[in-house]
């Protein structure tokens, strides 16, 4: 058995999976709410409402809430993403209840004191600037503004410096109240539990939540519009580049072959691209691969930090491995090794009850049914040299390269020019 699903009387999901090997239990309180829901007036109104729900509520002040957890030797976090939010907490089995009640009071009883708002706006406006000074960084969110321009998925998700100075209190409770509801809420838990009264224990902290409907977004609906390149001027040793496009969303199959596609190209120390631009040409400590899948799109990146005199080299160096990748494919050699690592990394990666409950909670807010572990495997292993080679010649297209820059110098222009070679 995987998992178990039930619903409580208000519509909310808990996904549950009993692992009595461990001594733990991770739990998850999952909304479907992010950066690509805020308007521009409130970017950053889902970040900045994560770093709130610690600081206090109705029941508990937040020692209160930090030494309840922590007290018995518990840990617990939050994150914010495009399209979610996720509050968690790690704790021994037996504290399950506890944990259930200190998270369910975050997200229904929040005090959201004006001080405390002041207080953490000056933090969030810090943590944008302390984002800003690190172009290895910085330099995705300028990817997203160049590949999603105007539209929310492009917003950052903390926010401006402006959009955060703009966001009050009474806002700040209106977005519980419209994106906080019971439609939108997944319950994930995996660990020790005991399946009998799991149910019972989420009801009476839960049940509470209202009903009203689920959250929309403006859906991306625009074609590639490339090749496009975004030059940041700033005096740094290293050149810092992202490049890429569109791909496909989550529920794509698509997004398989791609899968193994990045880790071929970039995504390992195997790599194409590691070999290639680290290994044999000494052009960038770091070069690697990765992907994005939203509900309606997607994006794959290739980041490289080079020095400035050899940006140009480098990036024509990748190039040219994408155009290898698109006109003739991977080996069979690289196929194996990619899929066994690929399916070695997910199945690793989920010993760990935590990296389950964020996987499971995930996989449930946004599918109607899930697809199970040995399913993606399947579908992993099921991936042949034709799919691979077929994504890349899709996606590896002149007008779908978007190219983003921080470093001293670079020619806008040239850089557009090599990208538009693919």
């Not at 969110?141 to 926010?159: R, S």
Request: with cysteine; charged share 30%; aromatic share 10%.
């Amino acid at each position: 058995m995987e998992w178990q699903e039930i619903k409580i009387k208000n519509g909310i999901r808990i996904m549950y999976k009993v692992m009595p090997e461990f001594h733990s239990v991770s739990t998850g309180i999952w909304i479907k709410t992010g950066s690509r829901f805020e308007t521009e007036k409130i970017s950053g109104i889902s970040h900045f409402l994560e770093h709130l729900l610690f600081k206090g509520t109705k029941k508990r002040n937040y020692r209160q809430i930090k030494e309840a957890i922590e007290g018995v030797g518990g840990t617990f976090n939050g994150f914010t993403s495009e399209e979610a939010t996720c509050y968690w907490i790690k704790i021994l089995g037996e504290y399950i209840e506890l944990c259930l009640d200190v998270l369910s009071d975050m997200i229904q009883n929040p005090l959201l004191k004006e001080k405390d708002i002041e207080k953490e706006r000056n933090v969030i406006t810090e943590e944008i600037n302390m984002y800003r000074d690190i172009p290895a960084r910085y330099v995705f969110e300028l990817f997203d503004e160049i590949l999603y321009g105007g539209h929310p998925l492009g917003q950052p998700i903390t926010g401006t410096v402006e959009s955060i100075s703009r966001i009050r209190r009474e806002d700040m409770f209106q977005y519980i109240r419209d994106f906080y509801t019971a439609e939108n809420v997944v319950v994930s838990i995996a660990g020790n539990i005991n399946e009998k009264t799991i149910e019972k224990i989420i009801d009476k902290y839960l049940s509470s939540v209202k009903n009203r409907q689920e959250n929309t977004f403006i859906l991306w609906e625009r074609k590639p519009s490339g090749p496009k390149t975004k030059v940041l001027y700033r005096k740094t040793e290293q050149t810092h580049i992202v490049m890429g496009g569109l791909a496909p969303d989550r529920f794509d199959s698509k997004r398989y072959p791609l899968t193994v596609l990045n880790t071929i190209l970039a995504g390992n120390m195997s790599s194409r691209l590691f070999n290639r631009i680290r290994e044999s040409m000494g052009l960038a400590y770091a070069i690697k691969g990765m992907t994005k899948h939203y509900q309606d799109t997607g994006a794959y990146l290739i980041y490289a930090g080079v020095s400035p005199e050899k940006t140009e080299k480098a990036t024509s160096a990748i190039i040219e491995e994408m155009k290898k990748m698109k006109e003739k494919g991977p080996t069979q050699n690289e196929m194996k090794r990619a899929k066994k690592f690929i399916v070695s990394q997910i199945l690793m990666g989920l010993e760990d009850n935590l990296e389950y409950m964020l996987w499971m909670g995930e996989e449930r807010l946004f599918r109607k049914k899930l697809i199970t572990i040995q399913e993606t495997v399947e579908k992993i292993n099921s991936v042949v040299a034709e799919d691979v080679k077929g994504i890349a010649e899709e996606l590896f297209r002149p007008e779908n390269m978007y190219l983003s820059l921080i470093g001293p110098s670079a020619d806008e222009e040239k850089m557009t020019k090599i990208i538009s070679g693919i």
